[in-house]
Nanobody, 112 residues
Framework: QVQLVESGGGLVQPGGSLRLSCAAS????????MGWYRQAPGKQRELVAT???????DYADSVKGRFTISRDNAKNTALLQMKSLKPEDTAVYYC??????WGNGTLVTVSS
C-alpha cells in the first residue's frame, strides 16, 4: 500500500524558511513525477512545484525564486525548501506522487 507522509510544517515569521519533506513507502518514487500542492483556507488546491523523474522542475509563478523542489530517490523522499515566506504562503501543503497518490498534508502558517 502506497503511503506519503509530509512533515516539516509549522509556524514561521514572514521572511523565514521551512523545509518540507515527503516520505514515500510502498512504492519507489524513482519513476514518478513528484509534486507539492497547497490549499489555503477557502481556496482551491493549487500546484506549487513539480519535479519529473529526470529532475526537470516547474514552479508556480508565485513561488519562483523562493521555493526549491528536489528529490532523493535513494531515500524515497521529495523535498520542498521554502524561503522568504510570506503570509500568503499559509496553507496546508500536500505531496503528490504520479497521478494518483496524495499525502495527508502538513500545515504551514506564516505569521508574525
Amino acid at each position: 500500500q502506497v503511503q506519503l507522509v509530509e512533515s516539516g510544517g509549522g509556524l514561521v515569521q514572514p521572511g523565514g524558511s521551512l523545509r518540507l519533506s515527503c516520505a514515500a513507502s510502498g512504492r519507489k518514487i524513482g519513476i514518478y513525477t513528484m509534486g507539492w500542492y497547497r490549499q489555503a483556507p477557502g481556496k482551491q488546491r493549487e500546484l506549487v512545484a513539480t519535479i519529473t523523474s529526470g529532475g526537470r522542475t516547474d514552479y508556480a509563478d508565485s513561488v519562483k525564486g523562493r521555493f526549491t523542489i528536489s528529490r532523493d530517490n535513494a531515500k524515497n523522499t521529495a523535498l520542498l525548501q521554502m524561503k522568504s515566506l510570506k503570509p500568503e504562503d499559509t496553507a496546508v501543503y500536500y505531496c503528490k506522487m504520479g497521478l494518483s497518490y496524495w499525502g495527508n498534508g502538513t500545515l504551514v502558517t506564516v505569521s508574525s
